[in-house]
């Protein structure tokens, strides 16, 4: 007969109504009674429970790991903490293994107090309060390896002479074992710590989650010890850790490069990295890059080294970034000559930096050619703080001097109205005033008008960038989740530029003026550069232009305006060749910023002029700016002028392919004899072809070489900044495959 209820034949048959439950369904059991029923069900399944997680002598575990776990459970069931307390061990491997009650045995400091009862202690300083929590326990749980597969238990003891702690999440919250015991919660906390959240926002998340603080087994400091816990991981191991990423990023980059230098005790001194996006970018926007070295928080001490420039939208992107034992100038040509090679040849036009003495010599040895700024900002600044008496005393002074500095259009008019102003304040004997005049061909804007700076006359964007890593790193940070997060950081930067490559693409921003030269800037310019120079449009309305000669020379006189008491000059020349289309102003705007001036748009606007000559049109801040970038390596690479880049290209378009069919002949013998063969027949080819020995470069040779013969082994930096030593070896990657190394 089948147990299940016909609910139709009840409905149908002789039974009353009021004899059914409403709740149940069923005749002659009220609710009240099945609740009776579950209840007693449930007290059963509590005693089986609690049976079940009772361990006994002759019970097995698959692992040693298993059975942690289920003790543990059983622990914090019953309200204790638990630790492993020995293991034996034999040629096989571990044999047994026991596990204890946290408080078993007695703590040193109890010890010493049973030994010395009485005794007055004849330190000097006062010791810090600590507690006991060790009470000689006997419980435990011992478990030995049957069969060399199967754990187990031989004996167990489960006597506590000390209070068990009761069973809320509250109060077992502290017990040692319980903390973090789920690898999920642990990747949550490794996954929020790489996003720089606090330890304590991190716990108030993971509460929020849980319903509440007293539904979590750890506190705030299980955060920060989990944390330090996966710092202290790569100690010893931090740059083998870094290498091992950076060959990884290799193999997915064909590109990427990185660089090494060593000390003779085989530690790490120098690390530079590029990925393989900055050196192509290098070579549509490396005509300005700014280097700085102000930020050093890492746990060894090392300055980090960003190379900057600034892209088609003016924002910021990383062009390589090394991080330095020592700020040398030995050490700094090594890093030029590394981040030379890295950028395939090619010197920017321009750097800025800040006054460092060893840097600025560097500089001359390894980018001759190169024009070499100091930071005005860094100078200001630090004037703020030599002169800040001097500025109490003299309330305009400060602003008289910015104006000098930034309004003289030419050398002869900035050391003139300089002289002027030292004159009139009598400042003839200040010494720091003294010293920036001294200075003054290294950083004041009027000895570089002629120079392209892309709008960068300050080291402001590393600054930025300095207050931003700030943001994410620590004097804790080591130099594998350094260059983590670093990567993340420039991550972030491509997809900025790409999300403003598509709103420049998809959407058009408003004119504001009825010039038809405003339409044909709006059609060139990325959105970001197009607002600057309708903001160059909008000044151009406060001059006025007054005709030297006709198609050749004009002046633009701009009013003054007498409330904002702010001296600027009076007039600018701008010189017309219209059969050339070249509008030159003696402000030196377009040659300096790469856009033209208000007071050469004037003159275009009064001439009528409908369209910007393409000689203005610099293609670098132009929507198509980064097009080359984008393409393939195997197109890229017809149109490299440079032959490194050349080489570079190809080796890029031809790497995926070589190591994937070396990952395929790798899976059978069959297959890898066929490839192994087939590709020596294709070596002796190619090196008769182009890879003849008696034509190869030198330095490729003795790379080759070392490739073959040499293990470089590194070790990690000291814990502190170590100045540079006299003897050093390096190690720098090749553009082609990099060989692995083997480190401790």
């Known amino acids: 007969m089948s147990d299940d209820v016909d609910f139709n034949s009840i409905a149908t048959s002789n039974t009353h109504i009021e004899d059914i439950d409403p709740y149940t369904g069923f005749e002659g059991i009220q609710a009240d009674d099945c609740v009776v029923i579950e209840e007693e069900e449930d007290e059963d399944e509590e005693e089986k429970t609690e049976e079940i997680l009772q361990p006994y002598v002759g019970m097995e575990f698959k692992s040693e790991v298993e059975a942690y776990n289920f003790y543990n459970s059983y622990g914090g069931y019953k309200g204790?903490?638990?630790?492993k307390n020995s293991r034996n061990s034999s040629s096989k491997g571990v044999t047994s293994v026991a596990y204890v009650c946290s408080k078993e045995g007695f703590s040193k400091?109890?010890?010493?107090?049973?030994?010395?009862?009485?005794n007055s202690s004849n330190r000097k300083t006062p010791e810090k309060e600590t507690w006991?929590?060790?009470?000689?326990?006997k419980a435990y749980l011992r478990l030995k390896l049957i069969k060399g597969v199967i754990w187990q238990v031989?004996?167990?003891q489960d006597d506590h002479n000390h209070n068990l702690v009761p069973n809320t999440s509250a109060k077992r919250r502290n017990l040692q074992s319980q903390k973090l015991r789920t690898d999920n919660i642990k990747q949550i906390i490794s996954h929020l710590t790489d996003q720089n959240i606090e330890s304590s926002k991190i716990l108030a998340y993971i509460s929020t989650l849980e319903g509440g603080k007293d539904n979590i087994p750890f506190k705030r400091k299980d955060v920060s010890n989990l944390i330090a816990m996966d710092t202290a991981k790569l100690l010893g191991r931090d740059v083998e850790t870094t290498l091992m990423h950076f060959q990884r990023k290799k193999e997915e980059d064909p590109e990427f490069f990185y660089a090494i230098d060593v000390d003779e005790d085989g530690c790490?001194?120098?690390i530079f990295w590029a990925d393989g996006r900055s050196r192509r970018a290098y070579l549509e926007f490396g005509d300005v890059v700014t280097f700085d070295t102000t930020y050093n928080t890492n746990m060894y001490s090392m300055p980090l080294a960003p190379f900057i420039g600034v892209n088609h939208h003016r924002q910021s992107i990383f062009f390589g970034m090394a991080l330095l034992r020592a700020e040398t100038t030995d050490n700094f040509c090594w890093l030029f000559q590394t981040w030379l090679k890295a950028m395939y040849g090619k010197h920017p036009l321009s750097i800025i930096t800040d006054q460092d003495l060893a840097m600025k010599n560097a500089i001359k040895i390894v980018f001759p050619n190169t024009v070499h700024r100091c930071c005005k900002w860094h100078v200001m600044r630090k004037a703020k703080e030599k002169l800040a008496s001097l500025y109490g005393l003299l309330p305009t002074f400060k602003t008289e001097m910015e104006l000098v500095i930034n309004y003289s259009l030419t050398v002869s008019d900035f050391e003139t109205r300089w002289v002027t102003m030292i004159e009139k304040h009598k400042l003839k004997d200040n010494k720091h005033l003294s010293n920036m005049y001294e200075k003054r061909s290294e950083w004041v804007p009027a000895y570089f008008r002629d120079v392209f700076f892309a709008d960068m006359s300050a080291t402001q964007r590393s600054e930025s960038m300095n207050a931003l890593l700030k943001m994410w790193l620590t004097s804790h940070t080591s130099i594998y989740k350094f260059v983590m997060k670093i990567d993340g950081m420039i991550e972030s930067i491509w997809q900025s530029e790409s999300d403003e490559d598509l709103i420049s693409m998809d959407k058009e921003p408003h004119l504001w003026s009825m010039y038809d030269i405003e339409d044909h800037a709006r059609e060139a310019y990325t959105k970001r550069v197009f607002r600057e120079f309708k903001d160059l449009l909008k000044r151009s309305t406060l001059g006025k232009v007054v005709e030297k000669q006709r198609d050749v020379l004009y002046e633009v006189n701009i009013a003054q305006n007498p409330k904002k008491h702010i001296w600027v000059p009076e007039s600018y020349?701008?010189?017309?060749?219209?059969?050339?289309?070249t509008f030159s102003c003696n402000c030196k705007g377009f040659e300096f910023e790469g856009l033209l001036c208000s007071h050469a748009l004037k003159v275009m606007c009064n001439l009528g002029i409908e369209q910007l000559p393409p000689y203005y049109i610099l293609k670098r801040w132009c929507k198509n700016a980064n097009s080359e970038i984008m393409k393939p390596v195997n197109e890229r690479s017809r149109g490299a002028a440079n032959s490194q880049a050349l080489e570079m290209f190809r080796f890029a378009a031809l790497y995926p392919k070589l190591n994937y069919i070396g990952k395929l002949a790798s899976k059978d013998d069959r297959v890898f004899n066929i490839v192994e063969a087939k590709l020596g027949e294709l070596l002796s080819q190619v090196s008769q072809l182009v890879l003849n020995e008696c034509n190869q470069p030198a330095e490729l040779q003795k790379s080759n070489e070392e490739d073959q013969t040499h293990t470089l082994v590194v070790n990690d930096p000291p814990l502190f900044q170590c100045k540079g030593r006299k003897k050093m070896c390096d190690y720098i990657s090749l553009d082609g495959?990099?060989?692995?190394?083997?480190?401790?």
């Open 737 to 744: 495959p990099v060989p692995i190394v083997e480190l401790k």
């Open 573 to 581: 020349v701008v010189s017309v060749d219209k059969e050339n289309g």
């Open 80 to 83: 204790f903490s638990i630790r």
């Open 109 to 118: 400091r109890k010890k010493q107090e049973s030994m010395n009862l009485g």
């Open 154 to 156: 031989t004996k167990f």
């Open 268 to 270: 790490l001194k120098h």
């Open 132 to 137: 006991s929590s060790r009470t000689g326990c």
